[in-house]
């Protein structure tokens, strides 16, 4: 590597529009990215731990490709923040920074997030098909859409080999004095990509909702479903914001200062992905160590009021055995309707691989109403 002149070090890397330089303590991205960054990524790994832990007992194909999407995100979450000082205004970035180290990063940078984000949003895909591939045309989409995925973001590894590596014979160093002249048609290939991958983000987002809207089971629990998958929503904007961002790097030399708010909304993207796709699986883990913990019992029977019909020790003192039970001749008494929401084993693809429309047709006959012999939740050793 080539020791940069100290002189470059009193040298501003771009023009300031106000005429003002900052080398001392400018505005800087470099904590807001290196605090998204980091935070995420536990939060992720931690979602990601939990339904690895919930699953143990029989990791499927979109557990592994979970937990490899989650490995690459942790990488490329570093490299990221590794560049935590360069994300500032290039009018504010002395000249002699930039040298062999900087040139490799982009090179690194792009080379993780390719399978970072195959893998999560495959991931999602492969949920999909566990959960919802009721018939052969949904297959078929799900499919499609992993196909897709694998072309767009794969796609860009020889994108960084032509444009942001050096050639042979040639150093990290040379590359430097072409930054320049490839950056246009890096940063180009990148909106083409980022403008596809909105797309995709959107053909995620409604994939399973047809599917949800035909469940039968209690609005309040539909609605329950659907909002937890559209938290995807917010990977959805954060690639429109990496799109927006992009367009603008085309046509601006402050490539440092939109890097940063692009490597962001990449961050919020990719950990994003990897909580909806674990959140299933961490509901049903909550449910059964948490919402069947003593103290979680205990707080709750100390938080919940009486109703306004008076306590339920007064309630039960007001009914009659003949409330509770049936005699010779009388009508059954009423069965209880188990429904499935999140949490429930049988929604949530057990580990025998049962789908939604299975679930339906073993819990419900043709009137509505459960059968006797469905439950609404497996134990321990049935969390999905």
């Excluded at 935070?39 to 919930?54: D, E, Y």
């Excluded at 050096?166 to 160093?173: C, H, L, N, T, V």
């Excluded at 961002?245 to 085309?250: C, G, Q, S, T, V």
């Excluded at 693809?349 to 429309?357: E, L, R």
């Amino acid at each position: 590597m080539v020791a940069m002149p100290e002189y470059l070090c009193a040298v501003p890397a771009g023009v300031s529009p106000n005429g003002i330089y900052n080398f001392v303590d400018p505005p800087s991205l470099g904590p807001a990215v290196f605090g998204v960054g980091i935070s995420l990524a536990v939060i992720s790994t931690m979602f990601v731990i939990g339904r690895t832990f919930a699953k143990r007992k029989k990791l499927q194909l979109s557990d592994w490709f979970t937990i490899i999407g989650c490995l690459f995100n942790i990488a490329f979450t570093g490299v990221i923040v590794a560049q935590a000082r360069y994300y500032r205004h290039t009018w504010d970035t002395p000249v002699c920074w930039y040298d062999g180290q900087y040139a490799r990063l982009p090179f690194v940078q792009t080379t993780l997030w390719a399978p970072a984000f195959f893998f999560t949003k495959a991931a999602i895909f492969l949920l999909y098909r566990q959960l919802f591939s009721a018939g052969r045309g949904v297959r078929i989409l799900i499919d499609s859409g992993i196909v897709i995925t694998l072309l767009l973001y794969l796609s860009q590894i020889p994108l960084a080999a032509i444009y942001a590596a050096p050639r042979a014979g040639e150093s990290w160093d040379d590359l430097l004095f072409k930054l320049r002249d490839n950056a246009k048609p890096f940063t180009l290939g990148g909106t083409v990509q980022s403008a596809i991958a909105t797309a995709l983000d959107l053909y995620i987002f409604f994939l399973p909702l047809p599917t949800l809207i035909k469940l039968r089971m209690p609005s309040s629990r539909k609605w329950q479903l659907i909002g937890v998958f559209s938290t995807a929503l917010l990977g959805v904007g954060a690639s429109v914001v990496s799109l927006v961002f992009k367009a603008k790097m085309l046509s601006s030399d402050d490539s440092n200062w939109l890097g940063a708010v692009i490597s962001i909304a990449s961050l919020i993207e990719t950990n994003v992905t990897l909580i909806v796709g674990c959140m299933p699986a961490c509901a049903q883990l909550a449910k059964v160590y948490i919402g069947e913990s003593a103290l979680y019992k205990s707080l709750r029977s100390h938080l919940v009021f009486p109703s306004r019909g008076g306590t339920s020790a007064n309630k039960q003192m007001n009914h009659t055995p003949q409330d509770h039970l049936a005699t010779f001749g009388s009508p059954d008494t009423p069965r209880r309707k188990h429904y499935y929401g999140l949490t429930d084993t049988q929604l949530l693809a057990t580990q025998s691989g049962t789908t939604v429309t299975q679930v339906q047709d073993e819990a419900w006959d043709t009137d509505g109403n459960s059968r006797s012999g469905s439950t609404a939740a497996g134990g321990p050793e049935h969390v999905v």
